[in-house]
């Protein structure tokens, strides 16, 4: 009979009980993602209370105390003041993109003088909105007027470039019907969805009181006592395996915190400082504040999370620029601030704040976030970073040296 020993049972018995406590954890999402949320507040937030502790003389829960009061005047702040500015210009964004709403009497897809329509800003004017009025140029036929047709033909001869207009006309307004048509049904649908799930309504209205209740009071309890349970953890670490576990934890801690308390630093400051200065950019060069520059400053910093990704958010700004004729001067102040703050000062506060810590590539970050969350949620999201740091951690500490050593092993002389 073959003998098991006792180290293999506690490693499948750990084993076991750690997957049957994700499971539970996973099927519970309501209650333990609050609590997960706490857990990642509580990492984040640790070493400020440290630093209050031993440079301030502050006692640990007058520390505590502190850093909620913080966080609640940042976020009574940002309730009054930031929120609604970024729901307002996104708003205004979305109006002057498609154009106030209309009652279309005669069915022909545009309005005409006479149909009731939602005067959004007050001026007892129709406001068609950019996509309307690229429409109304693009009907226009093959003239000076029709920018698409100008287009083509400063590369084709006019035969080719009236078919490329016209094909792209029938091919912009078949998109305009399928979002019509959308655009009729899906608020339909959700108003009915909304009326006939109470449910579902009610159901969200629990995980809101879940997140509000647990995650103050569990963020309370992990800052009080977040050392005593990495003492309790790494206690019951059986003392042959204790300073290679401690060793690949201590990589797999600086990888994360590196992450969370270094990245999301970093996509803030680029946040802050594109916002303020897309705003200040026109006034600058003697214009008007840049439209919905706050919305596309913020979402900057918000897309920094991948270094280059955040070209995403400025690409519309420019847009919005070209729609309003700014001046030379206009572009050239807003792409000196884009560089400034993605180009320039991303890498200089990468560099000072998470050293050479983070060796998670940014790319990665950014695809097991979206698969995490795709595959489990919010919960997903929570452990997407964890997980892809540990398993990076573990394949180096525990796998790659085995491969190493494989790879350089000599063959054997032949007999």
């Not at 154009?99 to 007892?124: C, I, R």
């Amino acid at each position: 009979m073959l003998a098991v020993s006792k180290r293999t049972i506690h490693i499948v018995l750990l084993t076991f009980t750690v997957i049957l406590t994700l499971l539970v954890m996973y099927s519970l999402q309501v209650i333990f993602n609050p609590v997960l949320l706490a857990l990642a507040l509580a990492y984040i937030l640790n070493p400020v209370v440290q630093f209050l502790e031993k440079k301030l003389r502050f006692s640990r829960k007058v520390a505590i105390g502190f850093i909620y009061v913080v966080f609640i005047l940042i976020g009574v702040f940002c309730v009054m003041f930031i929120l609604p500015q970024l729901y307002g210009e996104g708003k205004r964004m979305l109006q002057e993109i498609t154009g106030e709403a209309f009652v279309d009497l005669d069915g022909n897809g545009v309005w005409d003088e006479g149909e009731p329509f939602t005067d959004s800003n007050e001026n007892k004017v129709y406001d068609a909105g950019y996509i309307n009025k690229f429409w109304a140029r693009i009907q226009t036929g093959n003239t000076e007027d029709n920018p698409v047709y100008m287009f083509f033909s400063k590369f084709m001869n006019e035969k080719s470039a009236i078919e490329w207009s016209d094909n792209f006309a029938k091919q912009f307004k078949d998109a305009m019907d399928v979002l019509a048509e959308l655009s009729g049904t899906i608020v339909p649908r959700t108003i009915d969805a909304v009326l006939s799930s109470s449910r579902a309504g009610i159901e969200n209205v629990y995980t809101l009181c879940m997140y509000l209740i647990l995650t103050p009071i569990s963020l309370a309890v992990f800052l009080n006592s977040l050392d005593s349970i990495w003492n309790v953890f790494t206690r019951y670490i059986p003392s042959q395996m204790r300073p290679k576990t401690l060793t690949i934890l201590s990589a797999i801690d600086k990888m994360t915190s590196a992450f969370f308390r270094g990245r999301f630093l970093v996509c803030a400051a680029v946040g802050i400082f594109t916002a303020i200065g897309f705003h200040l950019a026109g006034p600058i060069v003697g214009g008007e504040p840049m439209k919905y520059g706050l919305l596309f400053g913020v979402l900057v910093g918000v897309f920094s999370i991948v270094p280059f990704l955040n070209i995403v958010a400025f690409i519309p700004a420019m847009i919005i620029l070209w729609i309003h004729d700014a001046s030379l001067a206009y572009y050239i102040a807003m792409i000196v601030v884009y560089i400034l703050g993605a180009q320039i000062l991303d890498p200089i506060l990468s560099s000072f704040i998470l050293g050479k810590e983070l060796s998670l590539h940014p790319l990665t970050v950014f695809i097991s976030l979206f698969a995490c969350g795709a595959l489990f949620g919010f919960f997903g999201l929570l452990l997407a970073v964890p997980i892809v740091a540990s398993v990076k951690i573990l394949f180096r500490e525990l796998v790659l040296p085995g491969l190493i050593d494989l790879a350089d092993e000599k063959p054997k002389a032949p007999e």
